[in-house]
C-alpha cells in the first residue's frame, strides 16, 4: 500500500511540474503566437494524460488490454514519441517527413495489437526517443535556445525512463527519471539554461560594449 | 479448339506483348528524363516518378509472364515468390505495391501536397517490417486495391485541374489496367480481362510515344 502511494505522490509530482513548465509557455505562446510553444505544450500535455492514466490504475489496478499487448499508457507514449518526432520535423522545415512518425507508431500500436511482442515499440523507442532527443540538444545549444535544449534533454531522459520500464517492468525507476526529465524541462521554459549554460557570448560581449562606451560618454559629459 | 485453348491463346498473348511494349515505355520515358536533363541540366522529378511507376510495372508483367506461359511459374516455389497474391515477399506484390505507392508519390507531387510526399512510401515499407515482426500480412492486398483507387481518382482529378496530359495518360493506362485485374480476380472473367490487358498495352505504346494529347500546348497557353 506504501509502495502505491508513493508511486501516486511521484505521479502528482510530475503533474505539477507540468503545470509549472507550461505556465510560461502559455505566456510565451499568447505573446509570440509562435506555433513551436503549441507544439511544446501539446507534447506536455501527452506527459500529463499518461500520469493521469498511470494514476488511475494505481488506484483502480484496471488496465484495459486492447488484443494482445496494446494498453492505453502505450498509446499515449506512442502519441508522446510522434509529438516529439512531429515537433524536431517542424523545427527542421523537415515537411516530407511529417506523416512518418504517425505511420510508424500506428503499425507499432498495430503490431501490439497482434502479438505481445514489445521488441518493435522498443526499436522505435529507442531510436526516435535519442536521436531526436540529441538533435533537439544539438539544435538548442546551436541557436542558444533553451527551449529544445531543455526539451531534448527531457526526452532523452524520458525515455530512458520509459525503456527501463519496459525492461526491467519496475515503475519507481520510471518515474525517478521522468521527475529528473520534467525538472530539466521546467529549468528551460522559465529561462535558467538561456541564462546561465547557454550564454551567448558574441551578444554578451556587445552588451558589455554599450555599456562601456555610454559609461565613457556619460563620463566625458560630466 | 475449344474454349479453354482460346482463352489461354488470347492469354498468351496479353502477357507477351505486354513483355515487351512496358520495358519499352520504360525505355522511352527514361530518354525523355535524359534528353530533358541534357537541355535543362535539371532532373524532372515528375518525370523520374513516372519512369519509376512504369519499372515497377514492368516487375508485375514479367512475374505475371513467367507464372502463366512458363514451367517455373507451375513448381509451388516459382508460385510463391513470383505472384502468389497472399505472399508479401514475391516480385508480384512487391512491384505491385511500389507501382500504386510510388503514382500516389506523384499525385502528391504534381498538387505539392508537401506532407504527403513520401506518405504512401512510408506506409508500404511500414507493411514490410510489420511483416517481419509479426507475420502478418492481410492488409497488403487490400492496401495495393485502396491506394490504387486512391491514385487513378487523383490522375484524373490532377490530370483535368492542372490539364496535363501525363497523370491522365497514366490515369487511363491504370484505370484500365486495374480494370482488367478486378475482372480476373473478383469476377474471374479471364477473357475479356486478358482483351483489356491488350488494350492497355498498346494505350500504353500510344502514350510513351508522346501521342496522347488531349490538351493541347496552345490552348493551356490561352488559358
Given at each position: 500500500m506504501s509502495e502505491v502511494l508513493t508511486l501516486i505522490i511521484l505521479e502528482y509530482i510530475i503533474i505539477l511540474l507540468v503545470i509549472i513548465s507550461v505556465i510560461p509557455l502559455t505566456k510565451k505562446l499568447r505573446e509570440t503566437k509562435n506555433i513551436v510553444y503549441l507544439g511544446v505544450i501539446s507534447f506536455q500535455i501527452a506527459i500529463l494524460i499518461y500520469s493521469i492514466n498511470q494514476i488511475n490504475i494505481y488506484y483502480f489496478g484496471n488496465i484495459q488490454i486492447f488484443g494482445e499487448a496494446l494498453n492505453v499508457s502505450t498509446i499515449i507514449w506512442l502519441l508522446i514519441v510522434t509529438l516529439e518526432s512531429l515537433f524536431f520535423f517542424y523545427l527542421k522545415n523537415l515537411k516530407k517527413l511529417y506523416t512518418l512518425p504517425i505511420v510508424i507508431s500506428f503499425f507499432v500500436a498495430a503490431g501490439l495489437?497482434?502479438?505481445?511482442?514489445?521488441?518493435?515499440?522498443?526499436?522505435?523507442?529507442?531510436?526516435?526517443?535519442?536521436?531526436?532527443?540529441?538533435?533537439?540538444?544539438?539544435?538548442?545549444?546551436?541557436?542558444?535556445?533553451?527551449?529544445?535544449?531543455?526539451?531534448?534533454?527531457?526526452?532523452?531522459?524520458?525515455?530512458?525512463?520509459?525503456?527501463?520500464?519496459?525492461?526491467?517492468?519496475?515503475?519507481?525507476?520510471?518515474?525517478?527519471?521522468?521527475?529528473?526529465?520534467?525538472?530539466?524541462?521546467?529549468?528551460?521554459?522559465?529561462?535558467?539554461?538561456?541564462?546561465?549554460?547557454?550564454?551567448?557570448?558574441?551578444?554578451?560581449?556587445?552588451?558589455?560594449?554599450?555599456?562601456?562606451?555610454r559609461l565613457v560618454i556619460e563620463k566625458k559629459n560630466l | 479448339?475449344?474454349?479453354?485453348?482460346?482463352?489461354?491463346?488470347?492469354?498468351?498473348?496479353?502477357?507477351?506483348?505486354?513483355?515487351?511494349?512496358?520495358?519499352?515505355?520504360?525505355?522511352?520515358?527514361?530518354?525523355?528524363?535524359?534528353?530533358?536533363?541534357?537541355?535543362?541540366?535539371?532532373?524532372?522529378?515528375i518525370r523520374v516518378l513516372i519512369f519509376s511507376v512504369f519499372f515497377c510495372y514492368i516487375g508485375v508483367v514479367t512475374s505475371t509472364f513467367i507464372l502463366e506461359t512458363s514451367p517455373i511459374g507451375v513448381s509451388p516455389y516459382g508460385k510463391y515468390f513470383l505472384s502468389h497474391p497472399m505472399t508479401i515477399l514475391s516480385l508480384y506484390v512487391i512491384s505491385l505495391g511500389l507501382l500504386v505507392s510510388l503514382s500516389n508519390c506523384l499525385v502528391a507531387y504534381a498538387n505539392k501536397w508537401e506532407p504527403f510526399y513520401y506518405t504512401a512510401l512510408f506506409i508500404f515499407g511500414s507493411m514490410f517490417i510489420f511483416y517481419f515482426f509479426t507475420g502478418f500480412e492481410t492488409w497488403v492486398m487490400p492496401y495495393i486495391y485502396i491506394?490504387?483507387?486512391?491514385?487513378?481518382?487523383?490522375?484524373?482529378?490532377?490530370?483535368?485541374?492542372?490539364?496535363?496530359?501525363?497523370?491522365?495518360?497514366?490515369?487511363?493506362?491504370?484505370?484500365?489496367?486495374?480494370?482488367?485485374?478486378?475482372?480476373?480476380?473478383?469476377?474471374?472473367?479471364?477473357?475479356?480481362?486478358?482483351?483489356?490487358?491488350?488494350?492497355h498495352g498498346i494505350f500504353g505504346l500510344y502514350f510513351a510515344l508522346g501521342k496522347f494529347q488531349p490538351f493541347k500546348e496552345e490552348d493551356i497557353k490561352n488559358e
Open positions: 495489437v497482434l502479438i505481445a511482442d514489445t521488441n518493435p515499440l522498443m526499436y522505435y523507442s529507442l531510436l526516435s526517443v535519442f536521436s531526436i532527443g540529441v538533435l533537439l540538444i544539438r539544435e538548442g545549444y546551436k541557436n542558444k535556445n533553451g527551449i529544445p535544449f531543455s526539451l531534448g534533454l527531457s526526452i532523452v531522459i524520458i525515455g530512458f525512463g520509459f525503456l527501463t520500464n519496459l525492461f526491467l517492468i519496475e515503475e519507481m525507476i520510471r518515474l525517478i527519471f521522468w521527475i529528473i526529465g520534467m525538472t530539466f524541462f521546467v529549468l528551460g521554459s522559465w529561462g535558467f539554461f538561456e541564462k546561465y549554460v547557454l550564454i551567448d557570448k558574441v551578444e554578451e560581449q556587445k552588451i558589455k560594449n554599450t555599456w562601456i562606451a | 479448339m475449344d474454349f479453354e485453348q482460346i482463352r489461354n491463346g488470347i492469354e498468351d498473348i496479353a502477357n507477351t506483348i505486354l513483355l515487351i511494349v512496358i520495358p519499352l515505355m520504360a525505355i522511352i520515358i527514361a530518354r525523355r528524363i535524359l534528353l530533358e536533363k541534357k537541355n535543362t541540366g535539371e532532373w524532372n522529378k491506394a490504387a483507387i486512391i491514385g487513378i481518382s487523383f490522375m484524373f482529378i490532377t490530370g483535368f485541374r492542372l490539364k496535363d496530359n501525363g497523370a491522365l495518360g497514366i490515369g487511363i493506362f491504370f484505370t484500365i489496367a486495374f480494370s482488367s485485374l478486378i475482372l480476373s480476380t473478383i469476377l474471374n472473367q479471364s477473357i475479356l480481362s486478358d482483351i483489356l490487358y491488350i488494350i
